[in-house]
């Protein structure tokens, strides 16, 4: 479009400056503004003013088409923290467009509408953007609201204390988001629940104590062997690694009581038919056992060997006849049915099957012995100068005995003298390399079941990308509503980030990754409406090779390439996206941020 513009110069002298401007919108509902293409200069300057005309009119007509350079204004006396200067993040388009497929914004609205509720801030809002800087920026929730006006196209009205107010709201969600969610997998990806894996971890609060005995955050067996108080989360998943369900627990619920209620719940909620639980050996109990088969549900569980609970297996165990060996002789196997007693709904004693996998396999018996000879080493210098005092490691294999100075012998109420268990150590290498499966599926053979509960690692490695990545833990908020809210925004946004990895298929990301990728996705936007990108990088990438599986493994030597770049063009391709002008337009840009998909 060709502008005219009446301009005084400073000696009073009127001139009508000629420019081709178009019409742009920053964003939906914002007001229409102009960016100049191209000045042209003064009509009155112009010696030929028709032809001066005639070429402006033709410039007008065919800019789009000569690939015109974009015109940047810029203003020398732009201040460095100014709005012009200011680095805004447009990676979270990318995680915005998966949590709008999970349609979470409509099920909140429907909630929220149905509890008439009156607030001046949006719920729906202030959750979305504490699930996107969960994953982005994990901080706690006052330091995520001091970075609210860091994401593109996002021009949020909330104030702290609506931010807190949104997490009581949340609370209330806990099921009923989740019940949603599911139904949501279940139609978009599918859910695969031939097995429900299913796995507690807690998180803790750096806080000294308790506030009373209804407090969420309690005293119990740290995962990370700390003593502050916990709170525990049961978390099932299916076979596509997308998490089902999370319950929160206090933090002294033992872990093993926690499997009877959530999958309860997760049965009456989701309406699912038989589940086979795969869990490790800290939900391997006779209670949980009894409760499956009487509901009809099948178990995969690893089985302690050591102690009283395995001795049962002891004699299969260390009978050197009847293992399967393969052609290295790097790992053996025995599998065999047995019969157990439990309870019927009546509560008569009943008799049951089960089938159990006894194997070996030496990588696993070397390791444990390396564990084992460092742990006697540190036992040993503990006895000689008494300075290590930690229990795990050292203590396990140190004793006491009470002796007499003079004589040596045992005696009460004298001298305690400490020296290394070698006794409980040998005992201990007897079990070295040795697991052992149990299961109610009969008709698996032992490929079977190793595969089963083979899968249980990509639980564990949720929970460490909910501990690592995500940073749920240490948990800052205090009331039991808002822990509750802090571990369902989590659970949200470790969702996000696993529907991203599979769709990633064979090869994905890392969580760290992903988060750093996107992270590094910024933008300023100049005057005129234009968007400049900065450079998404910033990391050496290491050449690849395959190992002897056929898997890609890094090497020490680096490429010329650079890792976050590599990364986010993965992203983008994965998205349907390709952005790598430095300057685009803000409209263009705005239509290609609004066309990322899935």
């Not at 088969?293 to 299969?316: A, C, E, M, P, W």
Request: charged fraction near 30%; hydrophobic fraction near 35%; include cysteine.
């Amino acid at each position: 479009m060709i502008k005219k513009t009446r301009i005084k110069n400073a000696s009073g002298m009127v001139k009508t400056q000629i420019r081709v401007v178009e019409s742009y919108r920053p964003g939906p509902g914002k007001n229409a503004k102009q960016r100049t293409i191209k000045n042209f200069g003064y009509m009155e300057d112009q010696p030929d003013r028709d032809r001066f005309m005639e070429e402006v009119q033709g410039f007008n007509e065919n800019y789009r088409k000569q690939n015109e350079p974009l015109r940047i204004e810029a203003n020398g006396t732009a201040q460095m923290y100014g709005e012009e200067n200011k680095k805004l993040n447009y990676g979270h388009k990318y995680l915005e467009s998966v949590y709008d497929s999970l349609k979470i914004d409509e099920y909140i609205e429907s909630r929220m509408k149905r509890e008439e509720f009156r607030g001046e801030y949006s719920v729906g809002e202030i959750i979305k953007y504490l699930v996107m800087m969960r994953i982005l920026n994990p901080e706690s929730k006052r330091a995520t609201y001091q970075m609210k006006e860091s994401l593109y196209g996002r021009e949020m009205e909330f104030t702290l204390a609506d931010m807190y107010r949104s997490l009581d709201k949340c609370a209330e969600m806990e099921v009923g988001l989740q019940q949603h969610l599911n139904e949501v997998v279940k139609k978009s990806i599918g859910r695969d629940l031939s097995h429900a894996f299913y796995d507690v971890t807690n998180y803790y609060f750096e806080i000294d104590y308790p506030e009373g005995s209804g407090d969420i955050r309690q005293g119990g067996v740290s995962k990370e062997h700390r003593v502050d108080p916990i709170a525990a989360m049961g978390l099932f998943m299916d076979g596509n690694s997308l998490p089902v369900s999370m319950s929160i627990f206090p933090g002294n619920t033992s872990d093993s009581i926690t499997l009877e209620p959530a999958m309860k719940e997760i049965k009456r909620a989701y309406e699912l038919g038989r589940l086979t639980v795969v869990a490790d050996k800290g939900l391997n109990s006779s209670k949980n056992i009894a409760e499956l088969v009487k509901n009809g549900d099948g178990y995969v569980f690893s089985q302690i060997l050591k102690g009283t609970k395995g001795k049962r297996y002891h004699g299969k165990l260390f009978d050197e006849s009847g293992w399967n060996m393969n052609k290295d002789q790097s790992y053996k196997y025995k599998i065999f049915e047995e019969e157990y007693a439990g309870k019927d709904n009546d509560g008569k004693i009943v008799k049951h099957k089960r089938k159990v996998l006894l194997y070996w396999d030496r990588a696993s018996s070397e390791m444990s012995k390396r564990k084992r000879d460092a742990k006697l080493e540190k036992a040993s210098r503990s006895v000689r100068n008494n300075v290590y005092s930690i229990k795990k490691g050292i203590d396990e294999y140190t004793k006491e005995n009470i002796v007499d100075k003079k004589t040596g012998e045992l005696l009460e109420n004298t001298v305690t003298k400490r020296s290394v268990n070698h006794e409980k150590a040998a005992e201990d290498a007897k079990f070295d390399g040795y697991w052992c499966i149990v299961t109610s599926e009969l008709e698996y053979d032992e490929a079977k079941m190793r595969e089963v509960y083979g899968g249980l690692w990509k639980i564990e490695q949720s929970f460490r990308i909910l501990k690592s990545d995500l940073y749920a833990r240490p948990v800052f908020v205090s009331k039991n509503e808002h822990i509750r809210a802090h571990f369902l925004i989590c659970f949200v946004a470790l969702l996000v980030v696993r529907i991203i990895q599979h769709h990633m298929v064979d090869r994905p990301l890392s969580a760290e990754r992903i988060a750093r990728a996107l992270a590094a996705a910024n933008c300023r936007v100049a005057k005129g409406g234009i968007v400049q990108l900065d450079d998404v990088g910033g990391a050496i990438a290491f050449r690849k090779r395959l190992d002897k599986h056929g898997n890609l493994v890094d090497t020490l030597t680096h490429a010329d390439d650079d890792e976050i770049a590599l990364d986010f063009a993965l992203i983008q391709n994965l998205f349907g996206t390709h952005f790598s002008n430095v300057f685009l337009r803000q409209e263009l840009f705005n239509n290609s941020l609004n066309a990322i998909s899935l």
